[in-house]
C-alpha cells in the first residue's frame, strides 16, 4: 500500500494526483537499495528505461562485468547478453516495485523496457517483440515500450486488443498522440469483444498503458528556429516579428504539454469510454517524458511545475528530481492558460514554424538516436565479453 506524508514537493505532487517514475535504471540502484529508499523518501512509483540510459548504466561501471563474464562463458552472442542484463534488471526493479503496484491496483509500480529500436517500423515485428519481452521478463508489473510510429500505433492497436500492457514512446505531437489514444481504445474494444464472444482473455482491468508525450525537446527545436527567425527579422528590420519570435521562445513545449492533456481528457470521457470503464478499464494517462531542462535559462523545474494534474505521470532523471525535490512549487497548473496555449500554436504557425515538420524531425531524431544507443550497447557488451574471455 502507498501512504506517502507530505514532506516533500515530490511526495506533494502524488498526493495531486501526479506520479513520479524515475527515468533511469542500473543494477546498483536496485541491489543496494537505492530504489526502495526512493520509493519511501520521494513517492517514486515507477522505473522508464530505453537504450541510452542501458548503455550509460553499462559502460559507466563494472557492475555488470561479472554478469557479461558469466555470459560470455556460457557461449552467448552479445545481442542475446543485452536481452539478458535488460531482462535481469527489469525484473529486479519489478520485484522491489510490486508492493506499489499492489498497493496501487495495477495503477503505478510499473517498469518499463523497450523494443529492439529497429523495429520501429515494422508493425508485425514489435508486436513479437513486445510478446517476447514479456515473456522474457515474466513480471506482471511491465510496461513494453513501443515507439509511436504510424507502424507502432498499429501494433498497439493489436497489442491492447491482446491484453498487452504498453508504454507508447517518442510522442511529439498531438495528433501523433490522438492517434495513440485511438488506437488504445480500439484495443480495448476488440478485447471486451473477444470477452464477450467467450474467448479466453485478461479482463479490460488488467490492461494498463500511458502515452509518454515528450517535452523538453520540442523547446530545444522550436527555440533554434526561433532564433533563426529573430535574427532574420533583426536584419531585415522588422522589429515586431524579432519580438514575437523572442516572446515565444521556451513556450511551444508546455502549450503542446497542455493541449494534449486536453485531449486526453477529452478521449476518456462521454459514452464510448464510460461503455469500456465500467468493464473495468483503465485510462492510459499521459506520461511526460524529457523533462530535464536543456537551456539554462529556464527554471530547472519548467517541465515539472507546469504540467501538473491528474491522472499523470512525470518521468524524472536524477537531475531534475533532486532539483524538484530541493524547490518544487506543486500546484495543479496542466488545466490552467489552455487557451494561452492554443494562441502560443497560433503564433507559431504565423511565424511560418510547421509543427508536423517540426515533429517528424524529431520523432526521426528520436528513433534513431535509440537505435544508436542501442547498437552502442551491443558494442559495448561484445568488448567486455572479450576481455573477459583474455
Known amino acids: 500500500m502507498v501512504d506517502f506524508y507530505e514532506r516533500n514537493p515530490l511526495q506533494q505532487l502524488y498526493s495531486a494526483g501526479q506520479s513520479v517514475w524515475y527515468d533511469n535504471i542500473r543494477r546498483?540502484?536496485?541491489?543496494?537499495?537505492?530504489?526502495?529508499?526512493?520509493?519511501?523518501?520521494?513517492?517514486?512509483?515507477?522505473?522508464?528505461?530505453?537504450?541510452?540510459?542501458?548503455?550509460?548504466?553499462?559502460?559507466?561501471s563494472a557492475e555488470y562485468?561479472?554478469?557479461?563474464?558469466?555470459?560470455?562463458?556460457?557461449g552467448l552472442s552479445p545481442r542475446e547478453a543485452v536481452d539478458i542484463l535488460m531482462a535481469q534488471d527489469i525484473q529486479l526493479a519489478a520485484d522491489v516495485l510490486k508492493p506499489v503496484w499492489e498497493g496501487t491496483h495495477g495503477k503505478d509500480g510499473w517498469v518499463s523496457i523497450e523494443v529492439a529500436p529497429i523495429l520501429a517500423h515494422d508493425a508485425a515485428g514489435t508486436v513479437a517483440d513486445v510478446e517476447r519481452l514479456a515473456y522474457m521478463t515474466d513480471r506482471p508489473n511491465v510496461l513494453v515500450k513501443v515507439p509511436a510510429t504510424m507502424e507502432g500505433v498499429e501494433a498497439i492497436r493489436?497489442?491492447?486488443?491482446?491484453?498487452?500492457?504498453?508504454?507508447?514512446?517518442?510522442?511529439?505531437?498531438?495528433?501523433r498522440h490522438r492517434q495513440v489514444m485511438e488506437a488504445y481504445i480500439a484495443g480495448l474494444e476488440e478485447l471486451a469483444e473477444r470477452i464477450a464472444g467467450g474467448e479466453e482473455a485478461p479482463p479490460l482491468s488488467a490492461v494498463a498503458g500511458v502515452a509518454s508525450f515528450f517535452v523538453s525537446r520540442l523547446d530545444t527545436l522550436v527555440d533554434q528556429k526561433l532564433v533563426a527567425i529573430k535574427a532574420q527579422a533583426e536584419s531585415a528590420g522588422d522589429s515586431r516579428r524579432a519580438a514575437e519570435a523572442q516572446r515565444l521562445m521556451g513556450k511551444t513545449a508546455v502549450a503542446c504539454a497542455k493541449l494534449a492533456y486536453q485531449s486526453f481528457l477529452e478521449a476518456f470521457s462521454g459514452p464510448r469510454w464510460e461503455a469500456l470503464e465500467a468493464q473495468g478499464a483503465q485510462v492510459q494517462r499521459p506520461l511526460w517524458a524529457s523533462t530535464s531542462t536543456k537551456n539554462p535559462a529556464y527554471r530547472d523545474v519548467i517541465y515539472v511545475e507546469e504540467l501538473i494534474g491528474p491522472h499523470?505521470?512525470?518521468?524524472l532523471p536524477q537531475n531534475t528530481l533532486d532539483a524538484f525535490r530541493d524547490h518544487g512549487v506543486v500546484a495543479t497548473t496542466l488545466t490552467d492558460k489552455v487557451?494561452?496555449?492554443?494562441?502560443?500554436?497560433?503564433?507559431?504557425?504565423?511565424?511560418?514554424?510547421?509543427?508536423?515538420?517540426?515533429?517528424?524531425?524529431?520523432?526521426?531524431?528520436?528513433?534513431?538516436?535509440?537505435?544508436?544507443?542501442?547498437?552502442?550497447?551491443i558494442d559495448s557488451v561484445a568488448a567486455k565479453m572479450e576481455a573477459a574471455g583474455t
Do not use: W
Request: glycine share 8%; aromatic share 4%; net charge negative.
Open 65 to 74: 562485468d561479472q554478469a557479461i563474464a558469466d555470459l560470455a562463458r556460457e
Open 28 to 60: 546498483g540502484l536496485i541491489l543496494y537499495g537505492e530504489l526502495e529508499a526512493m520509493v519511501a523518501g520521494d513517492a517514486v512509483t515507477g522505473i522508464t528505461s530505453n537504450p541510452s540510459i542501458f548503455h550509460k548504466a553499462v559502460t559507466d
Open 158 to 175: 493489436t497489442l491492447v486488443g491482446r491484453g498487452a500492457c504498453i508504454n507508447v514512446t517518442l510522442i511529439f505531437s498531438l495528433e
Open 339 to 377: 487557451e494561452e496555449a492554443e494562441a502560443v500554436m497560433d503564433a507559431l504557425a504565423a511565424l511560418g514554424i510547421d509543427m508536423n515538420v517540426v515533429t517528424a524531425q524529431l520523432e526521426k531524431e528520436g528513433v534513431d538516436a535509440f537505435a544508436e544507443s542501442f547498437d552502442a550497447l
Open 312 to 315: 499523470t505521470i512525470n518521468t
